[in-house]
DNA sequence: GTCTATAGCTAGATAGAC
DNA sequence: GTCTATCTAGCTATAGAC
């Protein structure tokens, strides 16, 4: 057994920034080994399943990276549900690289990736409405008006990068950020 | 010189759909002819550049239809500017089917879709955002006021669909649909 | 203008040496 | 575990008959 050139995080790092770039069906695999740093042969060895198993392996990661990030911070009682949404709107900026980066659910989202991945697609939408929406409860707003705001930022998120990413111009999500804290401010 | 079996018309709309549906890379040749109801063979007569002149018609085609009708109802001074507005987001509505169809533009947008059509998407939304900026001011908004609020109905409509879309629910299209429509109302 | 047939290539995926 | 070399299938694109 040779040692592993590169390890767990990094290849996933890679294979992750590759599909979020091209998309599933945009992706090659000789792309996906360059970013990843391994020849593709090795590739399968890592992932015997190929691209479905790479672009699984990669949600499954960024649902992980989510779980203990984002999430975690919305519900922290320690601060105030204002706090909270701030800190929480600032690793999403992060996350995107402040409206530069697309989002890795969307680029996995066209019809051949749906078919595959779209269970983990949907589930990773509903924890993410599902924690805005818990906060929104400690906002006060009752569940309806909870869910329908955390709805909206899902969607503000969303389409202000799909708008950023295709006009160059991340300005549409940076300012889109600030008006969803200016909403909770009154 | 044979009669032509399939018209212009109805040759790209069936080019659309192959195309909104699987994405660019996703979508390929033998699917897209027979989207269009002809042979591999025969779109490259109809256009000789292949892949690439048929993503250009088929955003050329969805352009026009923008400026044909739903722009110019966002223009009819001889209805109130509510009116305008209604209706425009009611051909919205129906353009993505309730929310159960994504968008051209989305759908051509992931990488190497940019760096062919980057122009052209960009273009088309500008459009978009500037038509519902004039109605903008119609409504009395001032210009920095009026560009915000169209950006923000662009945003809506695409990040509405990409939830729509990704969670199998159109509802959360009809009801951001909606809720743009009550923001006008006060 | 449309078609069948096929060229030329690259995709995803494997075999087997080290 | 990683690699080079290779397989097969599908891709974009073309040639040439009708």
Chains 1, 2 share one sequence.
């Not at 091209?22 to 090659?28: F, I, L, N, R, V």
């Not at 697309?102 to 066209?110: G, N, V, W």
């Not at 400690?138 to 969303?158: C, P, S, T, Y």
Request: hydrophobic share 40%; charged share 30%.
């Amino acid at each position: 057994m040779r040692p592993v050139k590169v390890q767990d995080r990094q290849l996933i790092e890679g294979l992750f920034k590759v599909f979020r770039e091209k998309g599933y069906e945009g992706a090659s695999l000789n792309e996906l080994a360059e970013g990843a740093g391994l020849k593709k042969a090795s590739l399968y060895h890592r992932f015997p399943d190929g691209k479905k198993e790479i672009g699984l392996a990669v949600l499954s990661h960024s649902s992980e990276w989510l779980k203990n990030n984002l999430y975690p911070v919305l519900e922290n009682k320690k601060i105030s549900a204002k706090e909270r949404l701030d800190k929480g709107l600032d690793i999403i900026t992060e996350m995107y690289d402040e409206g530069n980066e697309t989002c890795i659910l969307r680029a996995l989202s066209m019809e051949s990736g749906m078919q595959i991945f779209g269970e983990e697609i949907k589930a990773e939408m509903t924890r993410w409405i599902m924690h805005f929406a818990k906060l929104g409860l400690d906002f006060g707003f009752n569940e309806q008006e909870a869910m329908a705001r955390a709805k909206e930022i899902l969607i503000k998120v969303q389409g202000s990068l799909v708008v950023a990413n295709a006009m160059s111009d991340n300005s549409v999500f940076l300012s889109t950020l600030d008006e969803i804290r200016t909403l909770y401010n009154k």
